[in-house]
């Protein structure tokens, strides 16, 4: 076995790129929720970018905890990347 550390034990600086990869609404909601809740412990904004088929029930399954997220549709901010990244940035 390797003593290397692989990319994903390597520590992170800056902006991370984070994707999620799920099996319906519910492990959907349950990585968000963690996600947000995690987000809004570190002091730090929240933005949700999802298929607008996912916003609304998304935004209700979360309750109080939407409102601390920007929620925004993947549909039309993925567009453009150019749209995206300011987003990101703030």
Same mark, same amino acid.
């Given at each position: =076995? @390797?003593?290397? /550390?692989?990319?994903?034990?390597?520590?992170?600086?800056?902006?991370?790129?984070? @994707?999620?990869?799920?099996?319906?609404?519910?492990?959907?909601?349950?990585?968000? %929720?963690?996600?947000?809740?995690?987000?809004?412990?570190?002091?730090?904004?929240?933005?949700? #970018?999802?298929? %607008?088929?996912? +916003?609304?029930?998304?935004?209700? #399954?979360? %309750?109080?905890? #939407?409102?601390?997220?920007?929620?925004?549709?993947?549909?039309?901010?993925?567009?453009?990347?150019?749209? +995206? /990244?300011? =987003?990101?940035?703030?």
């Amino acid at each position: =076995m @390797s003593s290397e /550390l692989t990319t994903s034990q390597l520590p992170r600086e800056g902006l991370v790129h984070e @994707s999620l990869l799920y099996r319906g609404r519910s492990e959907l909601e349950d990585a968000v %929720r963690e996600f947000v809740k995690a987000g809004a412990a570190a002091g730090e904004p929240v933005l949700a #970018a999802v298929p %607008r088929a996912n +916003l609304d029930w998304l935004t209700d #399954a979360l %309750r109080e905890d #939407a409102a601390t997220v920007r929620f925004e549709d993947m549909n039309e901010i993925g567009r453009n990347p150019a749209c +995206l /990244l300011p =987003m990101i940035e703030d």
